[in-house]
DNA sequence: CGGGATAGCGTGGTATGCAATGTTCGGAGA
DNA sequence: TCTCCGAACATTGCATACCACGCTATCCCG
């Protein structure tokens, strides 16, 4: 057999979402998806299909289906008539967000002790020293990675697919968001402990502890968060306007 | 201002999921979406692009939108070039759905301790009071019916968008097991007394324990599916080949 | 008689053109 | 000068035509 698709995105984050098919479109969304996180398409953007298809060289109708999926991710909004624009949830739909997140990841937690592999808690391992020394070496994209590879590798390891899903959506979401949280927050090791702490329990198989870490964990984020959006919201008092 | 839309889907249940925008492809995807849960569209039946468009009387281009949306839901699956068929999830994904949903509608039920408003907690009353009625008037279908409205309520009571939002798309995808697990079922009372419970605990506020009840009300939920899954396995061997 | 290759058909995938709507800018009237 | 109305433009939404891929059935060769 052939090699399937040329694989459009060769974006630094190898598909953050598992799209269902093989499609253009498909891969068109990703590569949509990269921009929004990469901030290339900050929030309030609007997304103009012309454009946007002459610059990713497709036609108008993949670009559309991007949009379908986009939108039914929740990462654009459109308007009918109107035309889309990239999600620009209010503070308190991120809050609602990281709720949910923290949510699905310590579920994901609880079944990932159950059904952990010790090949992958073995990575998981690897994952944590990696992440540590990028700690230790002050950078800090190495470090979000490691982070974001870990929690990723959890909800894996739950082998919940509908449950991984819908992390991933929700995750897309809110990974711009951590991300820039993450490059400016001051103190920026408190989760270092607590993935320690995580790792031991899913070592010892400690199904309730760490659930009550996970749900914490991803609630504490979400302090860190506010400031920072206090501070992004003083800084530029409104970016949605062209 | 004006109506926004014409409503195409004029059927039992309102709009399970609230989709978008005002746009032709979402309201086909509505219309769809009932199709797949009436089971006019079984599980494993191909979605026909150019039948489908002539039935619904709409071109091929909105179509595709509606079968994109509903891929992002998981009710339908596409394979490049082969086309779109509706999900057959396999039991292993269906209790994966069930968890989660169980997780979500746990999740909802705290939060919804901490935002009910009386009027919605009057609501459920009401509706726990129908329901009953029902059950009464062995009415199958009606109970189906106020019990889905109960969970429903409850997820939108906990004022989180996100996890309305996801907490519909998977409940869409189990709402056919769930159907017609409620009609074939001998022993159907046994939610009588746990949404009792679970109204008591709302009412008192009590996150613990409604969230206790709730996850384990959707486990026994899937407990009575799995026996209805062996009895339709038996009865019909295999139904995917057309 | 059996297996493999090829051709035909049906399907989804993509592109482009046309129609409808929303927006904005300019002119005219008060 | 300000406001309201209208027309033109830009952008999305829809439909259709064309293309590529996969499936299948038949025919030929071993």
């Not at 949910?100 to 310590?106: D, F, K, Q």
């Not at 490059?183 to 502890?209: C, F, G, I, V």
């Amino acid at each position: 057999m052939s090699s399937k698709i040329t694989p459009i995105t060769d974006a630094a984050e190898p598909s953050l979402l598992a799209p269902d098919g093989g499609r253009k479109g498909a891969a068109v969304a990703e590569r949509i998806r990269v921009m929004i996180i990469q901030d290339e398409l900050p929030p309030g953007a609007p997304v103009r299909e012309r454009a946007l298809a002459e610059r990713l060289e497709v036609s108008r109708t993949p670009l559309r289906e991007a949009i379908k999926i986009l939108s039914a991710e929740g990462l654009v909004e459109v308007q009918p008539h109107r035309g889309a624009v990239v999600a620009d949830p209010s503070n308190e739909e991120l809050r609602g967000l990281v709720e949910l997140l923290g949510v699905l990841e310590a579920f994901a937690a609880e079944l990932a002790c159950r059904n952990r592999t010790d090949a992958e808690l073995q990575e998981l391992r690897a994952l944590q020293d990696e992440m540590m020394a990028a700690y230790a070496r002050d950078d800090r994209l190495g470090y979000f990675r490691c982070n974001q590879a870990i929690h990723l590798a959890i909800v894996k390891a739950s082998r919940n697919r509908a449950l991984i899903h819908h992390h991933g959506v929700v995750n897309a979401r809110l990974y711009r968001a951590r991300y820039i949280c993450n490059l400016r927050t001051r103190r920026w090791a408190s989760a270092l402990q607590e993935h320690e702490d995580m790792l031991q329990a899913l070592e010892a198989r400690d199904e309730a502890k760490i659930s009550g870490i996970l749900r914490n964990h991803v609630l504490q984020a979400w302090d860190k968060m506010v400031v920072m959006l206090e501070e992004a919201a003083a800084n530029l008092p409104r970016r949605r306007a062209s």
